[in-house]
């Protein structure tokens, strides 16, 4: 398996048509300066960008025209087409965007009643392919820039503040649990997070960063010391059984991912979360349970059971028990470990994790 590059350049993109979502209130000062205005034109720039979700230069009206028409021959704003939009009951929204040069990617709507959050891809397809994935089975295409990730969360906020029930209209989750190995684009997904905080105004403490489990990609992110949430995707107590679901397994062993998961605890203080998706009769035994307690018993630990989604086009899973499901929660309770089930959302529009796969658009 070749490891992906963690920096996208973006050649398919004429420079002097760059986009505008993904630079910094800073940058967009100095971009104002080198077009020869004021740098607090670069300000109300990046509000319109990230606070007011314009999408064209004209909605900018506290802007100078002359200024506007200096950014629209050098740049796009970088709204993606949002090419469908499927919703469910519950409010939750599943957006099909398509990117400048024709990728598409899927990023999903989550409202609660006093929060919301969104669910956001990395990369187009996935390298790791996992044997239980969706967006696995496609293989991988690129990395996504950090504009292009935030976009995706301008989007679902828009759609928050234009038509949902929410009583909320700002995100204030972001899980990277959407498309793609965020750590094997790791220099994109921390510029990411940095947009989402400091422009998008969304907490430290509600992103999650969600990984197969790359333990020199976990070092690194864990020496940024970010106030976010390291979520591990680890699917198996023995090193058997995860063998045969995450093929990265074979190159990075359990002991391998715990110590790196360790360490980013240490430099951040921020209790690692474990992700277990659970396929019935595979993983959801109790030998598993049992040995996954054994590795998680004194750690600093969550885990989050997943029951395995039936994703479109993978047959060979079922989904696990109810009875299974409990037993295997018990036996990590029964040791103090934190369990949280995840809650289903999103029925009938394949808007849960690992469900989000998508076809190469033809040309
Ligand atoms: N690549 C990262 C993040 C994206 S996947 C990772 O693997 O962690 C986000 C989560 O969805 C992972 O825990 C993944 O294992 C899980 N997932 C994948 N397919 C699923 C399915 N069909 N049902 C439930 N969860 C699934
Ligand atoms: Fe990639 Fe995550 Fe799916 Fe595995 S579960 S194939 S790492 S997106």
Known sequence: ????????????????????????????????????????????????????????????TNLPAAFRDALSANHTIGWPEV?????????????????????????????YEDRAGVCLSSQVGCAAGCVFCATGAMGFTRNLTPGEMVAQALVAEDRLVTQSSSATTRLSHVVFMGMGEPLWNLENVIQAVYLLNEEMKIGMRGITVSTVGIPPAMR????????????????????????QL?????????????????????????????????????????EEAT??????RGRPAHVNLIPWNPA?????????????????RNVLESVQIP?????ERGRGID???????????RR
């Not at 630079?23 to 004021?38: A, I």
């Open 1 to 60: 398996m070749k490891e992906q590059p963690s920096v996208i350049t973006s050649r398919s993109i004429p420079k002097s048509r760059r986009a505008l979502i993904g630079l910094t209130t800073e940058q967009l000062r100095e971009k104002s300066v080198e077009l020869g205005f004021e740098p607090f034109r670069g300000k109300q720039l990046a509000e319109w960008l990230y606070q007011k979700r314009a999408r064209t230069f004209d909605a900018m």
């Open 83 to 111: 090419v469908s939009t499927y919703s469910a009951d519950d409010g939750t929204a599943k957006f099909l965007v398509e990117y400048a040069d024709g990728n598409r990617v899927e990023c999903v709507l989550l409202p």
């Open 220 to 243: 690194t992110l864990a020496e940024e010391k970010l106030q976010i949430t390291l979520a591990v995707s680890l699917h198996a107590g023995t090193e058997e059984v995860r063998r």
């Open 246 to 286: 995450v093929p990265v397994a074979r190159k990075y062993p359990m002991e391998s991912v715990f110590a790196a998961a360790d360490r980013y605890f240490d430099l951040t203080g921020r209790r690692v979360t474990y992700e277990y998706v659970l396929l019935g009769g595979v993983n959801d035994t109790k």
């Open 291 to 296: 040995a996954l307690a054994a590795w998680l």
């Open 312 to 328: 479109r086009s993978i047959s060979e899973f079922k989904a696990p028990h109810r009875e299974a499901v409990a037993r295997f």
């Open 339 to 343: 369990v949280t089930q995840r809650f």
């Open 351 to 361: 808007a849960a994790c690992g469900q989000l796969a998508i076809g190469k658009r």
